[in-house]
Nanobody, 115 residues
């Protein structure tokens, strides 16, 4: 069982940066894929980025070159560095963990990009 708690969201002006954190209660060293998804009002939840247990990553086209996902297995924490934020990045951001048939989600953290 893994519990995930996101933090770091908030209100930020366009062009600025935020770093989200996802703290896992259990070990994420044992082959978990970790990821960030987001859901804007009236829209479906969509992929932002994954980081696999070996360290490789993938990103949604909309965030490539602006967002960076990373993981610190010693701290059981995954990060999402978000630079050059745009109003269309406004959403609730969710952290997820996957291993085999197991899938866990955090409660989400709100990111609002507005002047």
């Amino acid at each position: 069982q893994v519990q995930l708690v996101e933090s770091g969201g908030g209100l930020v002006q366009p062009g600025r940066s935020l770093r989200l954190s996802c703290a896992a209660s259990g070990s994420i060293n044992s082959g978990y894929t970790m990821g960030w998804y987001r859901q804007a009002p009236g829209k479906q939840r969509e992929l932002v980025a994954h980081i696999f247990s070996g360290g490789s990553t993938n990103y949604a086209d909309s965030v490539k070159g602006r967002f960076t996902i990373s993981r610190d297995n010693a701290k059981n924490t995954v990060y999402l560095q978000m630079n050059s934020l745009k109003p269309e990045d406004t959403a609730v951001y969710f952290c997820g963990a996957w291993r085999g048939s197991a899938n866990y989600w955090g409660q989400g953290t709100q990111v609002t990009v507005s002047s």
